[in-house]
């Protein structure tokens, strides 16, 4: 049993693979649409480049860093990779270079269409520079200087049509014009109507259409987006790569050369930001400082004026030098205090790190003042008032100097974001890939092509294997019929009445003719256990050919000097006159009738020892009058003047004629129909002939379709075909 399987499931795959095989026409037609397709899209797709470049992030903070030294720390801090990439992408960067560049005004032309990229592929390019947008055709070509419109048209496209000094926008979805202007003409007060600001310039005399758009600021980004994107290149390298992509190649170049300039230029004035800020309050404290300055040598001089020069002794001068720098260090704490304090809060680390300073400090302070109240008050007096000017001397030099280090800093930031690399005009394209997509288009129209051939083979879940029919239904198959181009085409002239055909006479060594000639075998033993030489072809369903069996089969048995006769019992539909060119005025359904004779009803072909009863006119009653007493006396006569009568009948599912004429015929076959028939129909068929007490003799599986190699199906090999055209040519 499992041999059995195995073997049905070689031959399952066997007649897959022909299968695939005789449908070659159908995956090479599929191959060549999808390879004609890839043409079309390589034609009229347009060329995608890329540029890129490289940007180094850098640690070290510039010259501010070398002059500023522990000032640096407040001046600015690194940023990460990740946030730079943000940046580059942010509105800030991106909105200045759409500003720049009048980027969110986009145009094209209305005739820039699949069929004309097709056939003229037409030379369209817009050009962005800061006073204007430049749109060129061919050799035409306009400027949009000034483009500012309602925002209730942001967007949206509008129609621009040129007339002989002027210009119109139309919107296309009303097509109503909702602007009108003059061209070369700079905006006037007047002219503005609305919101509407356009001011357009051209030499040309231009007579097409162009679609023009005012996109919002998100819109822009969104477009500059969907081309751009920024990586790190590795990690933790500092290292990042910019690339942009579209399909114009100085447009493209520009766009990322304008983001970089904005990038570092933000990034300089981002690195110098808080330089300005410190800055900015060094001029506010330097004034009051110098002021507090004066006031101090002031009242120094003043008090020395009035006791005279008072000498201090070692101990005193210690004590005063103590002092100042005490007091120096406390304001220069409270100049960092201050300037930390317009950054962060009070919980901040560094805020907490200034104060636990100043208390330390202040708290030495506090034991000095307690050790100078010990000395004599003209004493005490005289290093007080020495030690603030002292301290403001000292801290107002500091400052001064700091002021000018800021000043050296600011001038010489150059950011901590390096360009290493900045875009240049690609070379070669990045899409289409020619090549990758013909051969991709190749392999899919291959898949497609045998997709389609593979749910053909599913479509014709019909009889495929004259061993199943004997297995299921234990019945023999008397013969396998191969299909034949010639009978295609022979039926088709029959159809148009332009002249009869017959396939055993036009060429009798037709493959299908070869095929007839071994079931005339089988019916030569078959008929010594018969009851009469009445051989009755029928079919389950109509269009499975028994009646190209019957005639044909008939020619061939007369070809042997017999004498025979085809009956078409097929009262509905019959056609055997048409394959013999006979006259159907008086057939079987006037004899049945009593409206002709015998002698008239038997007609004679071309074919010698070859007659014929045609079917007559189609009758109201067809069952009946086969049923009839006269049809059986009409046998009767018949059988003793011929040694073989063929009777084609009508088909068994259909109606029950055959099963009527079955009655009387000593052989009983059943025509199916390679990949069309069903084993169901077959099964019907044979359970309808049981029911009336007939048996069938076997079974002829007609048209089996070529699967390769001059073969047909997978177990039935036809090659006389071919041994025949070669036997032709070595005699010709």
Not at 353 to 373: D, F, M, P
Request: hydrophobic share 40%; glycine share 4%; with cysteine.
């Amino acid at each position: 049993m499992n041999k059995n399987n195995n073997t049905e499931d070689m031959i399952n795959v066997k007649g897959l693979l022909f299968s695939l095989i005789a449908q070659w026409k159908l995956i090479a037609l599929c191959t060549f649409l999808s390879l004609i397709a890839a043409l079309l899209y390589l034609r009229t797709a347009a060329s995608t480049y890329m540029v890129d470049a490289l940007v180094q992030i850098e640690e070290n903070k510039g010259v501010s860093a070398a002059l500023l030294g522990d000032l640096s720390d407040v001046v600015g801090q690194m940023s990460s990779a990740q946030a730079e990439i943000e940046i580059l992408t942010s509105r800030l960067i991106l909105g200045s270079v759409i500003d720049r560049l009048n980027l969110d005004i986009r145009i094209s032309s209305t005739e820039d269409t699949f069929s004309n990229r097709l056939f003229q592929h037409p030379n369209y390019r817009t050009e962005y520079q800061p006073q204007s947008v430049r749109f060129k055709d061919g050799q035409k070509s306009f400027d949009i200087r000034q483009f500012e419109i309602p925002a209730d048209y942001l967007d949206k496209n509008l129609l621009l049509k040129f007339q002989q000094q002027g210009f119109s926008l139309t919107n296309p979805e009303t097509e109503e014009v909702v602007f009108q202007g003059a061209l070369n003409r700079p905006l006037q007060a007047t002219s503005a109507q609305s919101g509407w600001k356009i001011v357009i310039f051209t030499q040309n005399h231009l007579n097409a259409s162009y679609r023009i758009q005012k996109q919002s600021l998100p819109a822009a980004i969104n477009s500059i987006l969907a081309n751009f994107s920024v990586d790190e290149k590795g990690k933790l390298t500092g290292i990042l790569r910019l690339r942009y992509q579209g399909h114009d190649k100085q447009y493209i170049t520009q766009i990322l050369n304008a983001i970089l300039t904005a990038y570092s230029q933000q990034n300089i004035e981002r690195r110098s930001a808080e330089t300005a800020q410190t800055l900015k309050f060094l001029d506010g404290q330097l004034p009051d400082l110098k002021k507090q300055l004066d006031d101090a040598e002031d009242v120094f001089n003043q008090f020395r004026q009035q006791y005279n020069t008072v000498d201090i002794s070692k101990e005193s001068e210690l004590y005063l030098n103590q002092s100042i720098s005490l007091e120096t260090q406390k304001a220069v704490l409270e100049q960092k205090q201050a300037e930390i304090a317009a950054k962060y809060t009070v919980a901040h680390p560094a805020m907490r790190e200034i104060n636990a300073q100043l208390s330390v400090i202040n708290g030495k302070v506090r034991e000095l003042n307690n050790t100078l109240k010990r000395l004599p008050e003209l004493q005490r007096q005289y290093l007080q008032l020495s030690r603030e000017v002292e301290v403001k001397q000292q801290l107002y030099t500091n400052l001064v100097n700091s002021y000018q280090q800021l000043h050296v800093a600011k001038a010489g930031e150059i950011g901590n974001v390096r360009i290493i690399d900045t875009a240049i005009a690609p070379i070669e394209q990045i899409k289409p890939k020619k090549s990758l997509i013909l051969v991709l288009a190749l392999l899919s129209g291959v898949f497609l092509g045998i997709l389609l051939a593979l749910f053909r083979y599913m479509l014709q879940s019909g009889v495929k294997d004259s061993s199943q029919i004997e297995r299921e239904l234990e019945l023999p198959v008397y013969a396998t019929i191969a299909h034949s181009p010639i009978q295609k085409s022979g039926l088709k002239l029959l159809k148009k009445k332009k002249a009869p055909f017959l396939l055993a006479i036009k060429d009798s060594n037709d493959i299908a003719i070869e095929s007839l000639r071994s079931i005339r075998t089988a019916i030569h033993f078959a008929l010594t256990q018969a009851k009469n030489n009445i051989i009755m072809i029928s079919g389950p369903a109509p269009k499975v050919g028994k009646s190209f069996v019957s005639s044909n089969l008939a020619v061939i048995m007369a070809e042997k000097n017999k004498r025979v006769l085809i009956i078409d019992a097929d009262l509905r539909r019959g056609h055997i006159h048409k394959y013999f060119d006979l006259n159907n005025q008086y057939g079987l359904t006037e004899y049945l009738n009593e409206q002709t004779t015998l002698k008239q009803m038997v007609q004679n072909t071309k074919v010698p020892n070859l007659s014929v009863i045609t079917c007559g006119k189609s009758p109201a009653n067809p069952s009946e009058l086969l049923n009839s007493a006269r049809f059986h006396e009409l046998l009767q006569q018949l059988i003793p003047y011929y040694d073989h009568i063929i009777i084609d009948t009508a088909p068994v599912l259909a109606v029950t004629d055959a099963i009527i004429v079955s009655q009387h015929a000593g052989i009983n076959l059943v025509v199916a129909r390679y990949a069309k028939t069903q084993m169901k129909e077959l099964e019907l068929t044979l359970n309808r002939f049981k029911q009336a007490g007939n048996k069938v003799n076997g079974f002829i599986l007609n048209d089996i379709q070529r699967s390769a190699g001059g073969s047909y199906s997978y177990d039935y090999t036809y090659s006389y075909k071919t041994r025949l055209s070669s036997l032709y040519k070595k005699t010709g």
